[in-house]
């Protein structure tokens, strides 16, 4: 069974700081990897993804993640985290065939202080 | 495109009566949806699973008979929550899921937040 890890259940950052957030997954064979996140009190927006090619993915709001095969992790970052930023951010994991679910870690919840 | 409804957003129901939430493909058609449970400040959890004409397979621990998923056409799933009671009060969230370029993208709705007096 696929199982999805998020080291961080809570970063505080000032403005302006770095961000990485870790994800390590769980899986015999071939994933879909995301980075999800929801602001508070709305819903689930998709900051980036990815399916196969460059591991390197970049994302919206300036967010990228690298999807690192031999580690099973796909870590998101950003170098320099905005007050908007703050919010729930969820990895989430499929495997790649039709009909499979999204598995969600537990979520990091990150608060940047202005 | 790629837009996903979910029709209440918000519903409050007493305790023993049912509640009926709609997930709605706008724009494209769904081979499979999903049916996730968020509770405040945790992470979602999958629910079940539904293709168009064909019946939900649950996952563990989901009661099967409590949480009546029904998956009329690839442009609509409903999620009956039966016999409601406090502890079933949640943010339930579907996806859809449809071919894009060879892969499987999926699209969430909104999320319906069910309060159970």
């Known amino acids: 069974a696929q199982s999805v890890s998020q080291h961080n259940h809570h970063v505080i950052l000032s403005e302006a700081a770095s961000l990485e957030l870790g994800c390590n997954y769980s899986y015999g064979g071939t994933v879909n990897l995301f980075w999800y996140v929801q602001y508070p009190g709305q819903h689930l927006q998709l900051l980036l993804k990815y399916f196969s090619g460059d591991p390197l993915v970049k994302g919206i709001k300036g967010f990228e993640a690298e999807f690192i095969k031999s580690k099973f992790s796909f870590n998101l970052r950003k170098p320099s985290v905005q007050w908007s930023d703050t919010a729930e951010y969820f990895c989430?994991?499929?495997?790649?065939?039709?009909?499979?679910?999204?598995?969600f870690g537990k979520g990091t919840t990150l608060s940047v202080s202005s | 495109g790629a837009v996903v409804s979910q029709h209440p957003s918000r519903v409050i129901c007493k305790s023993g009566t049912s509640v009926k939430i709609e997930c709605r493909s706008l724009d494209f058609q769904a081979t499979t949806m999903f049916w996730y449970r968020q509770f405040p400040k945790q992470s979602l959890m999958l629910m079940a699973t539904?293709?168009?004409?064909?019946?939900?397979?649950?996952e563990q621990g989901v009661e099967k008979d409590k949480f009546l998923i029904n998956h009329a056409s690839l442009t609509l799933s409903t999620l009956t929550v039966t016999s409601a009671h406090p502890e079933d009060s949640s943010f339930y969230i579907c996806s859809a899921s449809f071919s894009r370029g060879g892969t499987y993208e999926q699209y969430f709705g909104p999320g319906t937040r069910l309060t159970v007096t």
């Open positions: 989430a994991v499929n495997a790649k065939q039709a009909g499979t679910a999204l598995i």
């Open positions: 539904s293709n168009e004409g064909s019946k939900a397979t649950y």
